[in-house]
Nanobody, 122 residues
Framework: QVQLVESGGGSVQPGESLRLSCSVS????????IGWFHQAPGKEREGVSC????????EYTDSVKDRFTISRDREENMVYLQMNNLKPEDTAVYYC???????????????WGQGTQVTVSP
C-alpha cells in the first residue's frame, strides 16, 4: 500500500505561480514513479508530469512544458510540481499518483491521493 497526500492548491491570477506538494508514505519501493494528473470539470483525468525513482527522468504533457517543473526529495519522501505562468485552462483538481512505470498514462497508476484544487482566474 502507498499513501499519497497533496497540498498547495489555491486560487491565483493568470501569470502567477503555485507549488504543489505530494507526501508519499507506505510501501513505495516498487511504486517509485510519481505522476501528477489534473481533472477539469466534465473532462477526463489527464497526465501532467511524472518523475522516475531518483529524479533522473521526467516527462511533461505539451501544454505545461516550459511552465511546470517536477522534482522530488527522496529523503523527505516528497514530490513537487512547480507551476509558473499559470493560465485559466490550468484550472483543475490536481492529483499525485504512484506507479511502477514512467508514463503519463493513467492506466499505469495504482495509488492516488485525494486531490487539491487549483483555480486560475482574473
Amino acid at each position: 500500500q502507498v499513501q499519497l497526500v497533496e497540498s498547495g492548491g489555491g486560487s491565483v491570477q493568470p501569470g502567477e505561480s503555485l507549488r504543489l506538494s505530494c507526501s508519499v508514505s507506505g510501501n513505495s519501493v516498487d511504486y517509485n514513479v510519481i505522476g501528477w494528473f489534473h481533472q477539469a470539470p466534465g473532462k477526463e483525468r489527464e497526465g501532467v508530469s511524472c518523475i522516475s525513482a531518483y529524479g533522473k527522468r521526467t516527462e511533461y504533457t505539451d501544454s505545461v512544458k516550459d511552465r511546470f517543473t517536477i522534482s522530488r526529495d527522496r529523503e523527505e519522501n516528497m514530490v513537487y510540481l512547480q507551476m509558473n505562468n499559470l493560465k485559466p485552462e490550468d484550472t483543475a483538481v490536481y492529483y499525485c499518483a504512484a506507479a511502477k512505470k514512467l508514463s503519463l498514462l493513467r492506466l499505469w497508476y495504482d495509488y492516488w491521493g485525494q486531490g487539491t484544487q487549483v483555480t486560475v482566474s482574473p
